[in-house]
């Protein structure tokens, strides 16, 4: 489903979540139910008119500082969600220098950007400190579900949360160095796996990708669903 006037073509994260699995595709990867355009519009009209969901999204380049496609995903709907009467907030780990606000609102998108103390072992610092932040909220119901990019492996090592974590296959350093025919980095691969194992149910951006990043992390279960990248469609049409 789509809307004009700059806003984003959008869907449920829920809908993923509670996608059907389904015989084995091609290459034993689980076949995921993958949401059509049209379809999209009609469940997310259903999901908004069941419940007014809080969704925590894990994004390290939110913009507007620099960023590339996982940043503007992000943006594009978690603007569309608050749009459709939805709460939404985003929170990551950025550079000390990362051009942009460490709490801002943007169009009802509440973001926070912790930074990356430059010290000896300040990324895990960070991790700990995005884990924390974002167990508080589970623990006090701020959200309902946690949805988060596979790379750098955001999820790596976090203990149970009482709600759903929901990896994206948006392609991972892992999976962009295979498909480039370059050297896997063995400890970034290391810690993308662990987010895999540790996410509830994850999901795809194409049948390509989830099949590819199925078989690199030797994943037991497909993607829950084919969740295409939103899109901003301008007010007028040409």
Not at 64 to 81: C, D, E, I, S, Y
Not at 92 to 100: E, I, L, S, T
Request: with cysteine.
């Amino acid at each position: 489903g789509s809307t004009r006037a700059g806003t984003a073509v959008c869907f449920s994260p829920m809908e993923a979540f509670e996608g059907q699995r389904h015989p084995a595709a091609v290459g034993g990867v689980p076949e995921p139910r993958e949401i059509r355009s049209d379809e999209a519009g009609f469940a997310f009209r259903r999901w908004r008119w069941v419940s007014r969901m809080r969704l925590c999204f894990i994004c390290p380049e939110y913009p507007p500082g620099p960023h590339g496609g996982v940043g503007t995903m992000t943006q594009v709907l978690a603007r569309a969600l608050v749009c459709s009467g939805h709460d939404v907030r985003v929170v990551g780990v950025y550079p000390p220098d990362y051009p942009a606000p460490d709490v801002q609102e943007d169009q009802g998108v509440r973001v926070w950007r912790l930074r990356e103390k430059p010290m000896r072992g300040g990324w895990l610092l960070a991790r700990h400190e995005l884990y924390r932040m974002v167990a508080g909220w589970a623990r006090r119901g701020e959200i309902d579900l946690v949805e988060g990019p596979d790379s750098r492996g955001w999820f790596a090592g976090w203990p149970r949360l009482p709600v759903p974590v929901v990896q994206r296959s948006n392609g991972s350093y892992t999976y962009f160095a295979h498909e480039l025919g370059r050297a896997i980095d063995q400890p970034t691969f290391r810690l993308e796996r662990w987010s895999y194992r540790r996410a509830t149910a994850w999901a795809a951006v194409s049948r390509h990708t989830a099949a590819i990043t199925a078989r690199l992390f030797r994943l037991r279960a497909g993607p829950v669903a084919i969740l295409h990248n939103p899109v901003n469609i301008p007010a007028e049409m040409p």
